[in-house]
């Protein structure tokens, strides 16, 4: 059975940091594109950033310079370092993995970032 199960998101002032943190498991890691999402209020989910299983990136446009997607495949997990952050970042951050199943996403995460 695969799980997702994201954490590490809170309540951060503008030009802080954070890492959200994904914990995986029922399906071989290694082998699959993980992916962070974000959604806001009252807006549509968006690509944060994804990260194949050897480790090549790719960010969305507003988030290169600040966001850094990484793995650990020994454990598992893959993060989402955050600096600098904006009010325009309070969301709620969803990991994703899509295997040969299907789709899998978490439960969450939420960030604040007061204006």
């Known amino acids: 059975q695969v799980q997702v199960v994201e954490s590490g998101g809170g309540l951060v002032q503008p030009g802080g940091s954070l890492r959200l943190s994904c914990q995986a498991s029922g399906f071989s890691f290694s082998s699959y594109v993980m992916s962070w999402y974000r959604q806001a209020l009252g807006k549509e989910r968006e690509l944060v950033a994804r990260?194949?299983?050897?480790?090549?990136?790719n960010y969305a446009e507003s988030m290169k310079g600040r966001f850094t997607i990484s793995r650990d495949n020994a454990k598992n997990t893959v993060y989402l370092q955050m600096n600098s952050l904006k009010a325009e970042d309070t969301a709620m951050y969803y990991c994703?993995?899509?295997?040969?199943?299907?789709?899998?996403w978490g439960q969450g995460t939420q960030v604040t970032v007061p204006s």
């Open positions: 990260i194949t299983g050897t480790g090549s990136t």
């Open positions: 994703r993995v899509t295997t040969i199943k299907g789709a899998y």
